[in-house]
């Protein structure tokens, strides 16, 4: 899903837990960090693994040694990022965009 880089990302957090396939624990960084989506996955009934924001009064529970499988997710867009042209992001219709990430994406799992 592509949002404007101005964005939050717990704005599109909402739509993007509707397509979640069933889990056990879901693992996002600190932007999804919302009450609103950490019911959401609750009632589907799942565990959110979320840290919490610097600035949370109550800290939520949270696994650091269970976060650690995130890296790998990280890893994938660090390898994305170097692709020059979704770097910059060249193209400025998303269709186009969405379709070199995925070409991009398919590369580099392939390799």
């Known amino acids: 899903m592509l949002t404007g880089g101005q964005v939050a990302d717990c704005t599109a957090g909402a739509l993007l837990l509707e397509q979640l396939p069933d889990c056990n624990i879901l693992h996002a960084d600190k932007g999804y960090d919302a009450n609103a989506i950490r019911r959401q996955v609750e009632e589907r009934g799942a565990i959110p693994n979320i840290p919490p924001k610097a600035n949370r ?45 995925c070409i991009a994406a398919a590369i580099c799992h392939w390799l």
């Open 57 to 101: 009064n109550w800290k939520n529970c949270f696994s650091p040694f269970l976060y650690r499988n995130r890296n790998a997710i990280e890893r994938m867009f660090c390898r994305l990022k170097g692709f020059r042209r979704i770097a910059t992001r060249y193209d400025r219709n998303a269709a186009n965009f969405l379709a070199a990430v």
